[in-house]
């Protein structure tokens, strides 16, 4: 049992957890680090089970991987955009201007509500590639979802990018929240009845309803894909 389970195991276990989803910067105890990109570590949001399946569904249609990253840094950026499930520019989770049939405009800037997901899907896609993409900051977005960089580096490209003030290298979101949320302790083990107790604390703050059980099912997988637990209890 010691060694399916030694330091190195839980320790490795509780790295895990500071950088599930993409979290990253945690507990400097287990290596946590501001991410790169220059803004700093980002405060995660992990959206909703509509707003990362939306999320996932975008990454398909920009040519992207998905991953754990690339969905926590578009499930964060649409969050602080309120797109759809916050204000009425309906299947415009990014609040893009760009006009499709029958799309009309909810505010003043141009922000468009439209017909159909695949309206919204379509326009947020040819937004991101489309015609001055390049001078507008989109084209580093997509390169770095395309790339699987971290959630960090994501949103650094975002927050250079002209999306939000039409202008670039404003820095206008403040994704950075001094702290991700989560922190760790240092795994503690105890033997009793011949077998091993691990127990490690992890701590999501202000997290809502629906992003602590995403929290849990990200845990879970994590704890059923470890070979070290996997084989507890078979030698």
Not at 71 to 76: S, V
Not at 160 to 183: R, V
């Amino acid at each position: 049992m010691s060694k399916l389970l030694g330091s190195g195991t839980t320790s490795s276990l509780a790295q895990s957890f500071t950088t599930l989803g993409g979290v990253q910067g945690a507990s400097p105890a287990y290596g946590g680090t501001a991410g790169g990109g220059g803004s700093g570590t980002a405060k995660v949001i992990l959206g909703t089970g509509s707003e990362r399946e939306w999320a996932t569904g975008l990454l398909g249609k920009l040519g992207a991987p998905v991953s754990e990253s690339s969905i926590n840094a578009l499930t964060t950026w649409m969050r602080h955009e309120g797109g759809h499930w916050k204000n009425s520019a309906n299947y415009n989770p990014l609040n893009t201007t760009y006009s499709m049939a029958g799309s009309t405009s909810m505010n003043s800037v141009g922000v468009k509500s439209y017909k159909s997901w695949e309206d919204g899907y379509a326009a947020t896609v040819n937004t991101l590639t489309g015609k001055n993409a390049g001078e507008r900051g989109y084209s580093a977005i997509v390169s770095a979802l395309k790339s699987g960089a971290s959630t960090d580096a994501i949103l650094d490209a975002v927050n250079k990018s002209a999306w939000m003030t039409g202008k670039t290298g404003g820095s206008p979101y403040k994704f950075q929240g001094g702290s991700t949320g989560l922190s760790v302790a240092s795994p503690s083990m105890s033997y009793s009845g011949g077998g091993a107790n691990v127990t490690i604390n992890a701590t999501f703050n202000n997290a809502t309803e629906n992003e602590a059980r995403q929290l849990v099912q990200l845990v879970k997988r994590e704890l059923e894909s470890s070979l070290s637990l996997n084989t507890m209890g078979r030698n």
